[in-house]
């Protein structure tokens, strides 16, 4: 009889130690909205395998890229509901608009690696009060500061053409923000307006022109996002310099930003993830701010419009690409 119970505590020790709990395979969700947002995902699985969540070991990952397409990503996120993971994990506003609503009243953890505005699915910074929690990029924050430094780099500029996407899911608030930022700065804001991809696309020459301004101020939507090429094309043809809302498009030809990166916000969202499956509750973990902000410049892009950039500006720059 004792050795059937010394048997039977060696089993339930064993049963109850790490190295048992460690055997449970997590299945994680992850949806982006378009590539800008890959590299999140792509630090936050980096950070993850840190932290001891290895790929087909403990851990698996069904991703998708939207590819900007809003309906892809409802339908994504309605199959998420169904499959019921232990975690999704979203990269940008727009992929974690429809994820909130389809997981609404359930107890699947969202955790968002980057949202410009994250209010609009919590309720405070200091507790979400639901099943959401992650990192804001700050990309609505800091578009006064984007305004003001463009402002440092094209001296005496007093028009600014601003590309929106009434669409979008931060219009509203990016269009209030960037309105009292223009008013603050002096400068006059000329708004040029498209709803999707294709329209940008076909407006372009009539956007995008020295007529309307000095330089073009962009926001971070999608359709803008995967229309940078184009812009860059264009705004090249004009002479005009683009301050953009994210690091990416800097790489792609836009003149600056100042921003979050996305791929460390990806690595900071994997802390939060690595809290939640270890036993806290998204309303108890505060949303995040950036553990760092960039500053970027395109020195390539400046020198190709005839932009002068002073040499103490560049030596403020986290990154400059030559």
Do not use: W
């Amino acid at each position: 009889m004792g050795k059937t119970v010394f048997g039977l505590t060696l089993v339930l020790a064993f049963m109850a130690s790490p190295v048992a709990e460690a055997q449970k395979v997590y299945r994680i969700g992850a949806l982006v909205a378009s590539d800008q947002f890959v590299s999140a995902f792509e630090g936050f699985k980096k950070k993850m395998a840190e932290l001891g969540y290895q790929e087909g070991k403990n851990i698996q990952y069904e991703v998708y890229n939207a590819q900007g397409d809003r309906e892809v990503m409802k339908n994504v996120a309605e199959k998420f509901v169904r499959d019921k993971p232990d975690i999704i994990v979203t990269s940008s506003t727009t992929s974690t608009v429809p994820v909130a609503k389809a997981t609404e009243g359930t107890n699947i953890p969202v955790v968002f690696l980057s949202a410009g505005d994250p209010l609009r699915f919590v309720k405070s910074y200091a507790s979400s009060g639901n099943n959401l929690t992650g990192i804001s990029s700050s990309s609505l924050d800091l578009i006064e500061k984007r305004m003001a430094f463009l402002k440092e780099l094209v001296p005496g500029i007093k028009r600014v053409i601003v590309l929106e996407v009434p669409s979008g899911t931060n219009y509203k608030e990016s269009h209030r923000r960037t309105e009292e930022a223009g008013e603050r700065l002096g400068l006059h804001l000329n708004y040029v307006q498209a709803n999707s991809l294709e329209e940008i696309k076909r407006k372009m020459a009539v956007l995008i022109t020295r007529k309307l301004g000095q330089a073009v101020f962009a926001p971070p939507d999608v359709p803008v996002v995967a229309a940078a090429d184009e812009i860059v094309q264009q705004a090249m043809k004009e002479k005009l310099p683009v301050i953009g809302a994210n690091i990416e498009n800097v790489k792609r030809g836009f003149l600056a930003s100042y921003s979050s990166d996305y791929y460390p916000l990806g690595q900071q969202g994997a802390i939060l993830v690595d809290k939640i499956l270890k036993g806290s509750k998204p309303a108890d973990l505060p949303i995040e701010l950036p553990f760092k902000l960039k500053l970027v410049i395109n020195l390539k892009t400046a020198n190709s419009i005839g932009l002068k950039i002073p040499k103490e500006i560049l030596l403020r720059a986290d990154e400059v690409i030559e």
